[in-house]
């Protein structure tokens, strides 16, 4: 690739300093009193709904807008950063590992092949998010892996399963358990030594993401590699239920147990010349443990045991780090991103948010790679995010630090782009606490404020929008839109949603003629690169989702 030049905007001027904000978890949704974005007080958001149709609109955030299978697929972080930041829509990891199942490609490619020969002596080991979520992974994909490794010659299975709560309803991981398990009663009574080795909550054990607590992967591993964790028992449905009666027990933070055998010996730690793949296809959660699979030099927990095996991810996880090295399905190939164009055309980037989204607004942001462009052009700083604690502790998280950072950016006139993530929607929605998530969004709130008076002082513009929704709706639903009892009480929703975003446009360097478009009514995500890189001054490659934006006569 070498025509990276991208052509001026015929009407919009170079050297705009533009804020890009994504509000994370944020959508738009009818007045309720499980909207918690409706019960804050979010006076910034609020007024620029005002500027309707021409400076604020909605866009889709979720199914096909962002590569998912299908339009019951809530948005996720990871899709909608990639479509935002590459402003095209790609297949998505979910999609991919449909089709390579359904087409049993997955069985021919190299990295099946890799871990194969281990199944002659060794163990097969699964580790993953057990649950149908679609977010990170899904239960009818490790289903069909499980059937299609024993045909081709997996004797011995061993599971380690994480449980979710956080992309579905809490306490749904006893389902899940008791399904899986009657699959691998199948597969005993075909002769293949299959079961349940290990487990634990997802936010505790394993799925840490962004180097934010090393300990979260550390105590997976002493689960899922050394067989050793403070509770053990008999079976996988025992566990989940015993744990889940504990005081404040939920899904997401269940801890670390084994599974034994009659004398109290783990039943699979994962030793020498066995197999393992981390069944997840989402990048994010999953690096941190690959790399403790994978490298050999490896300082950030003691593994004890690094056991020498053919490790697979069903991804390759980060395109840059080429981690893992084998993988069972190929990878969205997302190539040229708008970050890539514009350090090649001279747009300096300041990209920041804290630990727990950092990577949002970089990796995803960037397809899946880790890393500058060009250091030259580019700064990203990361705000140390509190860990060990569940947001809803924290709900103002460190939006203000944030917007502080971003505002120091903006008027030290040194970017073109200032790029944040604010997570406060997201992360405390996913908690499921109603009070705090209203904290958490006029916390978000008042962060945009900082980051729009600071581009009024520059003379710059802003680009407001959302990634999915999460905090708009907390409440599971029926097909009519009421709340869904459940023995009497409203079921809370911890996930994402299907909702749009909102995105708004402003500023004092915005021309009073740039309106958005009233021809795109299925905009969506992959319409916001074009946008913004019209602000700056340039034409969008013409292969991207088109623009936004039209600069009106009238
Ligand atoms: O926390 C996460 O991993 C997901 C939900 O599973 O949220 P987000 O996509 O917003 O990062
Ligand atoms: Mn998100
Ligand atoms: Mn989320």
């Keep these: 690739m070498d025509n990276w030049k991208l052509k001026e905007h015929p009407q919009l001027s170079r050297n705009n300093i533009v804020a890009v904000v994504v509000l994370d978890g944020w959508g738009e949704f009818k007045p309720d009193k ?59 990891g979910a999609k991919l590992v449909d089709l ?72 749904s991981s006893v389902g899940f358990v008791e399904t899986i398990e009657k699959d691998l009663a199948e597969l005993r009574g075909k002769g293949v030594d299959a079961q349940i080795a290990s487990g634990g909550g997802r936010m505790y054990v394993t799925m840490d993401r962004y180097e934010n607590d090393w300990d979260v992967v550390k105590r997976g591993w002493d689960a899922q590699v050394l ?82 095996i053919r490790y697979a991810g069903m991804l390759q996880y980060d395109g840059e780090l080429k981690l893992p090295s084998h993988y069972l399905v190929s990878p969205p190939e997302i190539d040229r991103t708008s970050g890539e164009y514009l350090v090649h055309n001279g747009v300096r980037t300041f990209a920041c948010s804290e630990t727990v989204k950092f990577g949002h607004v970089t990796f995803f942001w960037n397809g899946n790679r880790s890393g500058y462009f060009d250091s030259n052009l580019e700064e990203y700083v990361e705000i140390p995010s509190d860990s060990g604690i569940t947001f809803n502790v924290q709900p ?80 599971k639903r029926n097909k009519s839109g009421e709340p869904l009892l459940k023995d009497g009480n409203i079921q809370v929703l911890t996930s994402h949603t299907l909702k749009p975003v909102p995105i708004a446009i402003g500023g004092p360097g915005l021309p009073d003629d740039v309106k958005f478009r009233t021809d795109l009514p299925n905009g969506g995500l992959a319409n916001v690169a074009a946008t913004f890189i019209n602000l700056h001054g340039y034409e969008a490659p013409s292969d991207y989702e088109p623009s936004l934006i039209e600069v009106t006569d009238d």
């Design 396 to 475: 103002k998280m460190k939006a203000l630090e944030i917007a502080e950072r971003a505002k120091k950016a903006i008027l030290s006139r040194r970017f073109h782009q200032v790029r944040v993530n604010l997570p406060n929607s997201d992360m405390v929605g996913h908690t499921g606490d109603i009070e705090a998530t209203v904290v958490a969004c006029k916390a978000a709130d008042e962060a945009v404020k900082i980051i729009i008076d600071a581009i009024e002082k520059v003379g710059g513009i802003y680009l407001v929008t959302a990634d999915h929704g999460n905090a708009e709706d907390m409440v």
């Design 100 to 171: 390579a199942l359904a087409s049993g490609k997955i069985y021919q490619d190299e990295g099946f092949n890799y871990i194969k020969p281990s199944f002659e002596t060794g163990t097969l080991h699964l580790i993953g998010l057990l649950s149908d979520g679609g977010v990170h992974s899904r239960l009818d994909q490790l289903q069909l892996l499980l059937k299609g490794a024993s045909e081709r010659g997996a004797k011995r299975i061993r599971l380690h399963i994480l449980t979710d709560g956080r992309d579905v309803l809490d306490g």
């Design 227 to 308: 067989g050793e964790a403070p509770h053990k028992f008999k079976s996988a449905v025992e566990a989940v239920k015993k744990l889940r009666e504990q005081p404040n027990a939920n899904d997401q933070y269940l801890p670390p147990f084994v599974i034994v055998d009659e004398n109290g010996k783990a039943v699979g730690p994962i030793v020498d010349g066995d197999a393992v793949v981390t069944f997840n296809f989402r990048a994010d959660r999953m690096v941190m443990l690959a790399k403790a699979l994978e490298y050999e030099d490896f300082d950030k927990f003691d593994r004890v045991r690094f056991p020498k």
């Design 34 to 92: 499980y909207n918690c974005i409706h019960v804050a007080d979010t006076p910034t958001m609020d007024s620029f709904k005002k500027s309707a149709p021409g400076r604020w609109r909605l866009l889709r955030a979720h199914g096909s807008a962002v590569g998912l299978p299908t339009e019951d697929d809530m948005g996720n972080s990871e899709v909608g950063h990639n479509a935002l930041g590459a402003g095209r829509i790609f297949a998505q």
